[in-house]
């Protein structure tokens, strides 16, 4: 029973799980905005999010240097699917924000974050009423 409210939960799970990483990667491209030959950065959030269900939070193991080490498990780091955006208007100090596309993005992702815990919390109330 556990499983199915695991699977049932995992997408919500995910997305929240993404989209607050996006929500970091804008905030701070946003705070770099004035930094020299800073390169704005997102990533294919869709891609991210069909890859993170399907592989279903397995755990990474970590490489041990000693045999006295304690085992751990990491999730994967989301920098390493990070991709620079391509500019659309040159800057003289090499920066590649843009203010107005961000602050889209920013708002954007802030709207649909919102959306996906309204969504989950009204499959919450409803697997509650279920059960009671």
Not at 10 to 31: D, G, M, P, T
Not at 69 to 98: I, K, P
Request: overall charge negative.
């Amino acid at each position: 029973m556990i499983d199915k409210l695991d699977s049932a939960l995992r997408f919500h799970q995910e997305a929240l799980s993404l989209r607050a990483q996006r929500q970091e990667v804008l905030s701070a491209n946003i705070a770099h905005a004035d930094t020299p030959n800073f390169k704005a950065r997102d990533f294919d959030f869709s891609n991210k999010l069909s890859e993170a269900v399907a592989r279903g939070r397995e755990p990474m193991a970590m490489a041990g240097t000693s045999s006295r080490h304690l085992a751990g498990d990491a999730l994967a780091a989301a920098d390493a699917a990070l991709m620079y955006r391509t500019s659309t208007q040159s800057s003289l100090d090499g920066n590649t924000v843009e203010m107005d596309v961000e602050r889209v993005n920013f708002a954007d992702n802030a709207m649909r974050y919102e959306v996906n815990l309204t969504v989950l919390s009204s499959k919450i109330k409803s697997l509650l009423l279920a059960v009671q």
